[in-house]
């Protein structure tokens, strides 16, 4: 990384960029796992784990709560599940786990933790202390757990002695799909399972529900969804695992539109045909561009068009690929409008807020609403870009800069909470 510890002078490109990346595996999935299998009746073996700041501490959280996890010689992680909750409840002292900035940690964790019986206390970066936890936290009250919060947010306490009741729940997840997949996730070990029902008008990230589904399925639990936002888990530990955890799509984003900026082509291997990973839409994205998309048994490959197309997308269900699409519309020849994004203030930082600052910064001219970006003028101006302790604001500001020689980014490592080598991997397809 050129520059110093905590700034990244970012390639720009001196021609379309030809590139085959390979990308780590999921972050979504490997968390999903994890969780999956601290809960489930025995061992568990996942292959091609991300390695990244949100996984480990993923890791050290379940470990924290009394499961094994190790690594095999090739990366794989061995996970033996937790002990049965009557083994564990007899002792008093309380737990301790560290979300970080993880919002899976923070939302996927704290059902798992009650019930154990055990008194665990979560807390986090500072940071973190902003974002939106009330929503579990009442659930969890209503489902039989005690809870100790000053303001519905980290730092907090649950504490189920007796087991969690379970039963159903009524919860408004208009803020994060995370609420619903972490009451899913561990519902099976309440004594009632979980009956989940959303009560709001919107429901963001619907996909990554899906990929809930699809892996409590892989591990033997049905879900029932007698109707479009209610879904049910009745009581039972899932099934021992041996999955291989896909590429990560989302982190593939940033190099497809690396292609698409400088009418270059992109090839991502093992991009699979099936999945549930919000990323894969990219690939229609890529396409409203302009792009051309080709998907085969290499993997997929975008090829730039020689001028970008205007977009209008409603984003609402696929927000984590708002920063990169966004630096990608702030070049198109014409006015871009991205849509259904509201929830996305709630996320590691208000990002509609970071990218309306840092584009406008760099010369782009942004028009922001509570839900919506419109960009209307390329960026053209070098700026110092600030990440705001946010991985997706590093991937975004590498894009502009690949158009704006003399970008520099400000603290680039924040991107190992989901992908340690970007950056070499960025510098390796530009070419730096």
């Known amino acids: 990384m050129a520059g110093s510890p905590s700034q990244w002078r970012a390639p720009a490109a001196s021609a379309p960029i030809r590139a085959e990346v390979a990308v780590p595996g999921s972050k979504s999935l490997t968390n999903r796992y994890l969780i999956t299998a601290a809960a489930a009746d025995s061992a568990s073996i ?8 949100d996984t480990r501490l993923m890791i050290e959280a379940v470990r924290s709560l009394g499961v094994r996890v190790t690594e095999t010689d090739r990366g794989d992680l061995r996970v033996t599940p937790l002990p049965a909750p009557e083994a564990a409840a007899g002792s008093a002292d309380p737990l301790t ?65 007796g087991g969690v009741r379970g039963g159903h729940v009524r919860i408004d997840a208009s803020a994060s799909s ?15 399972g979980v009956d989940v029902t959303h009560t709001g008008d919107a429901l963001p990230s619907r996909p990554h529900i899906d990929m809930t589904i699809e892996v409590l399925e892989d591990a033997g639990v049905r879900v029932d969804e007698p109707e479009p936002g209610h879904w049910v888990v009745e009581p039972g530990r899932p099934r021992g695992l041996d999955v291989v955890v896909e590429p990560d799509l989302s982190n593939a984003a940033p190099f497809l539109g690396a292609a698409l900026v400088t009418g270059g082509t992109v090839t991502i291997p ?49 927000g984590e690929l708002t920063p990169v699409t966004a630096a990608v519309a702030a070049f198109a020849d014409g006015t871009s409008t991205l849509r259904g994004i509201g929830h996305l203030r709630g996320h590691e930082t208000d990002r509609l807020a970071a990218l309306t600052a840092e584009l406008t910064r760099a010369g782009a001219v942004v028009d922001e609403t509570a839900d919506s970006l419109t960009l209307r003028r390329a960026p053209h101006e070098p700026s110092l870009w600030s990440t705001y302790h946010d991985h997706r604001m590093v991937m975004a500001g590498a894009i502009i800069a690949l ?30």
Not at 46 to 53: A, D, E, F, G, K
Request: proline residues 7%.
């Open 270 to 318: 093992h991009w699979p045909v099936h999945t549930t990973q919000a990323g894969d839409e990219f690939r229609r994205i890529a396409e409203a561009f302009g792009g051309t998309v080709a998907l085969t048994r290499s993997g997929l490959t975008v090829t730039g068009p020689a001028s970008l197309s205007p977009v209008d997308l409603d984003l609402s269900h696929v």
């Open 403 to 432: 158009r704006v020689p003399g970008t520099v980014l400000d603290d680039p490592d924040t991107v190992a909470k989901t992908m340690p080598t970007f950056v070499q991997l960025w510098e390796e397809a530009v070419g730096a």
């Open 46 to 53: 996942i292959r091609n784990p991300l390695v990244s700041r």
């Open 178 to 192: 995370q609420f619903v997949s972490g009451l899913l996730l561990s519902g099976g070990l309440f004594d009632l």
């Open 97 to 161: 786990v560290d979300c970080g900035l993880a919002g899976t940690v923070m939302r996927f964790v704290p059902p798992l933790a009650a019930a154990t019986g055990r008194t665990v206390r979560f807390d986090g970066d500072e940071t973190a202390y902003t974002r939106p936890m009330s929503t579990l936290l009442d659930a969890l009250t209503v489902l039989g757990v005690d809870v100790e919060s000053a303001d519905g947010r980290l730092p907090f306490s649950v504490r189920a002695p």
